[in-house]
């Protein structure tokens, strides 16, 4: 089946694109290095999309880094 990602949900789980687009592509390039997926999802699906309902469920949170 195919899963939607809800992109309001996502973006109110996270609060600014920026933050999204760089959180979204840091899960993505995990998920391609081999780290355990956090959510039940097709194996086919692809990592970004993955990346985005992990983040959707908040199963993966933006920690801004301190200076």
Same mark, same amino acid.
């Given at each position: 089946s195919m899963q939607n990602v809800e992109i309001e949900n996502v973006f109110a789980k996270v609060g600014s694109i920026f933050k999204l687009v760089v959180l979204a592509a840091l899960r993505a390039s995990e998920l391609t290095n081999g780290a355990?997926? !956090?959510?039940e999802a097709a194996p086919?699906?692809?990592?970004?999309?993955?990346?985005? !309902?992990e983040i959707e469920e908040g199963r993966v949170t933006y920690k801004a880094k301190k200076a």
């Amino acid at each position: 089946s195919m899963q939607n990602v809800e992109i309001e949900n996502v973006f109110a789980k996270v609060g600014s694109i920026f933050k999204l687009v760089v959180l979204a592509a840091l899960r993505a390039s995990e998920l391609t290095n081999g780290a355990p997926r !956090l959510i039940e999802a097709a194996p086919n699906t692809k990592v970004t999309t993955i990346a985005l !309902l992990e983040i959707e469920e908040g199963r993966v949170t933006y920690k801004a880094k301190k200076a």
